[in-house]
């Protein structure tokens, strides 16, 4: 889990047209490069609360 406000300053590190999908395990945001491979940026976000309790 994370802070907005950490996401925000990541995102703002990107490109205005960049594009950002959700990697294929969930908890990661990555950048998309024009032919579609993932970027160099990436930023794992975590599991929720309930999720992280339940992985223990």
């Known amino acids: ?9 990541w995102l703002s590190t990107l490109p205005d047209d960049a594009d950002v999908a959700i990697d294929e395990g969930g908890l990661s945001l990555v950048e998309v490069n024009d032919d579609g491979s ?16 339940l992985a223990d």
């Open 1 to 9: 889990m994370m802070k907005k406000k950490e996401i925000e300053r």
């Open 38 to 53: 993932e970027g160099d940026a990436y930023l794992e976000v975590g599991l929720t609360p309930a999720e992280e309790e």
